[in-house]
Structures are given as structure tokens and as C-alpha cells.
């Protein structure tokens, strides 16, 4: 009962506050549930009264209206583990050649398993062997033909491509080469995911996950990850094993909260920590660290 009057008495003297608590930024964020143009306890009541609110966003106002860490919703961690060397594929900035064609798929059904893909995105499938197993999967590339450069998002995966060769969507392939062309010369590099720049990374579980078998993906990371790793019982981190359809899966994860140590393509490591075991394969949930540039 205590901290119950406790939580009402600080929401209520944030709202009786002469400033509001958020008010600049709300249409960068989704908190101002009651669409009055500031974000306060009031908020909070009209979440709970809807039942489409998760429970991951209801604690990320809470976190907020009380100050916790002194941090807003769009601050996050980012953190700075030693690299490891093991897992450096190549150098930041690496450049790749290879032929372009175009294809119409990639936003829903993509071998990567990305659904839903905004449409904000152009979207491109990558040949087999630089896809590598999932490794490439949600990259973010720089690619470049005659007519232009364009910033594309992996999708998908080209079996029959060779070393180099991406699958350009349809509406994108004609803002880089002309289109009665159909297989043209491309170079591509991958650059830094635009949406890490202000959200941490995040996680999405597969259907059926539960604590005997989970399927768990990595998302909305900066960089391509390369190893996933969770916290066991003994206190020592194990290995997940990757499907080719970017899910690591595991029989001996338990039921959570996880700590996982996740290592991108460049050998940075970051830990996040308190990650709930979630049954709904819909749910996208925010971690609360970033890779560093």
C-alpha cells in the first residue's frame, strides 16, 4: 500500500509541475496517449484503460514520469565491451561489387523474417554467400549503380546469386540504373542502421516460443549481428545457435528474464540485461543498449 501512495503522489505532483514533463519531442514518441500534447500521469491512466498497450511500453512511461536514471525514452545505453577479434568479418566502410537485378519481393515473406518491413525502407535481397547464414540479414546498405546511390535494407536472401550480387526491389532498381537494363554492375557497403541512432535494440521471439525451446531475434541493431549469446544458472554465457531464416534458437534458455551478450560483424560487444521471456511472436520488445559507431 505504501508504494502504491507513494507512485500516486510523485505522478501527481509531476502533473501539478507549472512545466510539462514532455511536451517538444512527443511527436517523436509514442507516450502522449491522451493526445493533449504533453506527456504526464494522465497519460498513464488512459494506457492502462487500453488493453493494446504492452506491458514493456506501460513500464516505459512509468520509468519516465518517475525520472528513473534520470533518463528519457530515447536515451539508452551504449555501451563500450572490450571488440572481439574472433568476429570481425571485414573493416567499417568495406566497399563490395557485384551485378544488380530486381524482384518484387522481400517486405513480407523475406527469408530474413523482418515482417513487418516499413515501407520507408527500399529493400534488397543479398546473394547467398555475403548473406552468410542469416549474418547479413537487416544490414544496411549504401548501393550504388550508374544513376545513383540509394541506402537499402537486407530482406531477403538471392540463392542463385554469385559473391557480390544483390536483388534490388522492384521500385528501387530504376534510382540506380535504367530498367530495360536488368542486370547491372553495383557496389554496396554497409553503413550504420538510421533508427539506432535514437532506439536501442530490440527483441522479437518466434511462434511458439516457451522456457523448453525459444526462437529469439535480434533487431533495430546498428550494425549486422554476428553471435548471440545468454546468461546461464552457472553464470557464464552460451551460445545461441542461428537458423538461416535469422532466429537463434535454444532448448536450455529457461523461462527469463535473459542477459545476452550480443556481438555485431565488426567485433563489438554489448550486454542487455532483463529481457522478458515474451509468447507473443507480434511483440517487439526494446532492449536497452546500442552499438557504439
Given at each position: 500500500m505504501k508504494?502504491?501512495?507513494?507512485?500516486?503522489?510523485?505522478?501527481?505532483?509531476?502533473?501539478?509541475?507549472a512545466?510539462?514533463l514532455?511536451?517538444?519531442?512527443?511527436?517523436?514518441?509514442?507516450m502522449?496517449y491522451?493526445?493533449?500534447?504533453?506527456?504526464?500521469?494522465f497519460?498513464?491512466?488512459?494506457?492502462?484503460?487500453?488493453s493494446?498497450i504492452?506491458r514493456a511500453?506501460l513500464?516505459?512511461?512509468?520509468?519516465?514520469?518517475?525520472?528513473?536514471?534520470?533518463?528519457?525514452p530515447?536515451?539508452?545505453?551504449v555501451?563500450?565491451?572490450?571488440?572481439?577479434?574472433?568476429?570481425?568479418?571485414?573493416?567499417?566502410?568495406t566497399?563490395?561489387?557485384?551485378?544488380?537485378?530486381?524482384?518484387?519481393?522481400?517486405y513480407?515473406?523475406?527469408?530474413?523474417?523482418?515482417?513487418?518491413?516499413?515501407?520507408?525502407y527500399?529493400?534488397?535481397?543479398m546473394?547467398?554467400?555475403?548473406?552468410?547464414e542469416?549474418?547479413l540479414a537487416?544490414?544496411?546498405?549504401?548501393?550504388?549503380?550508374e544513376?545513383?546511390t540509394?541506402?537499402?535494407?537486407?530482406?531477403?536472401?538471392l540463392?542463385?546469386?554469385k559473391?557480390?550480387?544483390?536483388?534490388?526491389?522492384?521500385?528501387a532498381?530504376?534510382?540506380i540504373?535504367p530498367?530495360?537494363?536488368?542486370?547491372?554492375?553495383?557496389?554496396w557497403?554497409?553503413?550504420?542502421?538510421?533508427?539506432a541512432?535514437t532506439?536501442?535494440?530490440s527483441f522479437?521471439?518466434?511462434?511458439?516460443?516457451?522456457e523448453f525451446?525459444?526462437g529469439?531475434?535480434?533487431?533495430n541493431h546498428?550494425y549486422?549481428?554476428?553471435?548471440?549469446?545468454?546468461?546461464?544458472a552457472?553464470?557464464?554465457?552460451?551460445?545461441?545457435?542461428?537458423?538461416?531464416?535469422?532466429?537463434?534458437e535454444?532448448?536450455?534458455?529457461?523461462?527469463?528474464p535473459?542477459?545476452?551478450r550480443?556481438?555485431?560483424?565488426?567485433?563489438q560487444?554489448?550486454?542487455?540485461?532483463?529481457?522478458?521471456?515474451?509468447?507473443d511472436?507480434?511483440?517487439?520488445?526494446?532492449?536497452?543498449?546500442?552499438?557504439?559507431?
Amino acid at each position: 500500500m505504501k508504494k502504491h501512495i507513494l507512485l500516486a503522489s510523485v505522478l501527481l505532483s509531476a502533473a501539478l509541475t507549472a512545466t510539462p514533463l514532455y511536451s517538444d519531442a512527443v511527436g517523436t514518441i509514442d507516450m502522449d496517449y491522451n493526445s493533449d500534447g504533453i506527456v504526464d500521469c494522465f497519460d498513464m491512466i488512459t494506457a492502462r484503460q487500453n488493453s493494446e498497450i504492452s506491458r514493456a511500453e506501460l513500464n516505459a512511461l512509468q520509468k519516465f514520469l518517475l525520472g528513473v536514471n534520470g533518463k528519457t525514452p530515447t536515451e539508452f545505453e551504449v555501451q563500450t565491451n572490450p571488440i572481439d577479434e574472433d568476429c570481425i568479418l571485414e573493416p567499417k566502410g568495406t566497399v563490395h561489387t557485384g551485378e544488380g537485378t530486381f524482384y518484387g519481393g522481400g517486405y513480407t515473406g523475406g527469408h530474413a523474417m523482418l515482417d513487418p518491413v516499413s515501407h520507408d525502407y527500399w529493400i534488397v535481397a543479398m546473394n547467398h554467400y555475403d548473406y552468410n547464414e542469416a549474418q547479413l540479414a537487416g544490414a544496411y546498405l549504401e548501393v550504388t549503380g550508374e544513376l545513383g546511390t540509394i541506402k537499402m535494407l537486407v530482406t531477403d536472401e538471392l540463392p542463385e546469386g554469385k559473391k557480390g550480387d544483390l536483388d534490388l526491389y522492384t521500385d528501387a532498381f530504376p534510382l540506380i540504373a535504367p530498367v530495360e537494363k536488368g542486370r547491372v554492375p553495383v557496389s554496396w557497403k554497409i553503413i550504420p542502421l538510421d533508427t539506432a541512432e535514437t532506439a536501442p535494440i530490440s527483441f522479437k521471439y518466434k511462434e511458439g516460443s516457451t522456457e523448453f525451446w525459444c526462437g529469439v531475434q535480434v533487431r533495430n541493431h546498428r550494425y549486422p549481428i554476428t553471435k548471440l549469446e545468454y546468461l546461464n544458472a552457472d553464470g557464464e554465457f552460451v551460445e545461441i545457435p542461428r537458423r538461416p531464416y535469422n532466429y537463434f534458437e535454444s532448448r536450455e534458455m529457461g523461462k527469463g528474464p535473459f542477459t545476452f551478450r550480443i556481438t555485431d560483424i565488426y567485433g563489438q560487444v554489448v550486454i542487455d540485461k532483463d529481457i522478458p521471456l515474451s509468447y507473443d511472436d507480434t511483440e517487439i520488445i526494446q532492449g536497452h543498449v546500442q552499438f557504439p559507431e
